[in-house]
């Protein structure tokens, strides 16, 4: 069965520093996606950022960028220059690439940004 | 313009009663999910529907029983709601089911049972 695990339960960083998140996943399947969503105190979930398992470069979204390391079954998150507004609980999230799988969500992190 | 949209966004209601949360989505996708969401913030997928069709039924009592009348619209029917299902319920959809491609969350439905 597929797993994700999130170690960080909580995070704290000072603004305009960088942060890792860290995700380790579990699964035997080649090919997978991993997914980062962010769930501010508002409620509503945000995604942030994919990494496709036959993806050769790690994936980038303006501030975060993904540190893939597959024979690690690692996935982490970076966040550069960290905002006020980065202050969430991120989820790791990853799916199978099988019709009708399901995303299995990591537990989270949740991160404080420290003016 | 909102993407995903549920209604409504505050339900409190006591136990045993019959409640239903209305989901719709505009962005043309032909999968919706229903996910719950616990106090410790711990997601977990509950359906999802592909063009109407129920593809994923996780292990949840049968007092929950999803209805899609056309792939824009899942609807998510309780019955004889009891304080577990206390929670955050979240309406997803994506633009299909077998590949990856991200899931878009509704604002989410804090149901609280008394």
């Known amino acids: 069965a597929q797993k994700i695990t999130q170690t960080q339960p909580g995070m704290f960083v000072q603004e305009k520093e960088a942060v890792t998140l860290d995700c380790t996943y579990d699964?035997?399947?080649?090919?997978?996606?991993l997914f980062w969503y962010k769930q501010p105190s508002s409620g509503e979930m945000i995604f942030l950022i994919y990494?496709?398992?036959?993806?050769?470069q790690n994936a980038t979204e303006g501030r975060y960028s993904l540190n893939f390391q597959k024979a690690r079954k690692s996935a982490n998150l970076v966040i550069s220059a960290s905002q006020l507004g980065d202050s969430a609980m991120y989820f790791c999230?990853?799916?199978?690439?099988?019709?009708?799988?399901?995303?299995?969500f990591g537990p989270g992190t949740r991160l404080s940004v420290l003016p | 313009d909102t993407a995903v949209s549920q209604t409504p966004k505050y339900l409190v209601t006591q136990m045993g009663n019959d409640k239903s949360i209305k989901c719709e989505q505009n962005?043309?996708?032909?999968?919706m999910y229903w996910y719950k969401q616990d106090s410790k913030k711990f997601l977990k997928i509950m359906f999802s529907?592909?063009?109407?069709?129920?593809?994923i039924n996780e292990t949840v009592p049968n007092r929950f029983s999803p209805k899609s009348p056309d792939k824009a619209h899942l609807n998510l029917h309780i019955n004889s709601l009891e304080l577990g299902d206390s929670a955050v319920y979240f309406c997803?959809?994506?633009?299909?089911?077998?590949?990856?491609?991200?899931?878009?969350f509704g604002p989410g439905t804090r149901l609280t049972v008394t």
């Open positions: 997803a959809s994506s633009q299909d089911a077998g590949e990856f491609y991200e899931q878009y």
């Open positions: 699964t035997s399947d080649p090919s997978y996606g």
């Open positions: 990494q496709g398992s036959y993806d050769q």
């Open positions: 999230a990853m799916r199978r690439n099988n019709y009708g799988q399901n995303f299995v």
């Open positions: 962005l043309g996708h032909d999968t």
């Open positions: 529907y592909n063009n109407k069709e129920l593809i």
